[in-house]
């Protein structure tokens, strides 16, 4: 059991970094749909994961067509501030796949525009045009769902 965590081409290497440390402190598998926007040998991207690389299953995949012919009959989430439905508004399952988008841009539109009755998104101020950084977004919804299955990795 596990949740997958997938990151489509992220930009920051310390963002990505951060978020492989909490895979492998919770047990949840790492995805990550290229073009990234640095190298994985890159010395921020390590050094934010600290000495957790050992300790993180992580997948890389050309494009998120190649991540969906391979796991495309799981259940997907995808976080973006344009949806209707909260992150705690889902009932997240085993082995379901929690889908980010890159930094600056978020989830490509075409992604979206297919999967509307799968997004999510945690709520904030509407006055600010300024969303929160993205490794602190996948810890809030990563934890609400392993929450909901009882922190299957204790």
């Not at 402190?25 to 994985?40: E, M, Q, R, Y």
């Not at 509407?126 to 990795?153: C, G, H, M, T």
Request: with cysteine; net charge neutral.
């Amino acid at each position: 059991m596990a949740i997958n965590i997938v990151l489509v081409e992220p930009e920051i290497p310390q963002n990505t970094g951060n978020i492989a440390r909490t895979c492998a402190l919770t047990k949840s598998s790492l995805h990550l749909v290229g073009p990234l926007g640095f190298s994985i040998d890159d010395k921020h991207l390590k050094r934010a994961g600290l000495d957790y690389w050992h300790m993180v299953d992580i997948h890389y995949y050309e494009s998120f067509d190649e991540l969906l012919d391979k796991y495309g009959n799981r259940d997907f989430y995808y976080a973006t501030t344009k949806a209707k439905k909260y992150y705690t508004q889902v009932s997240y399952t085993n082995d379901c796949f929690i889908v980010f988008g890159k930094e600056t841009k978020g989830l490509p539109m075409e992604i979206l525009e297919k999967n509307w009755d799968k997004t999510i998104k945690i709520p904030m101020r509407k006055d600010i045009n300024r969303s929160l950084n993205l490794a602190n977004s996948v810890n809030i919804i990563l934890y609400e769902a392993l929450r909901q299955l009882d922190f299957p990795f204790l």
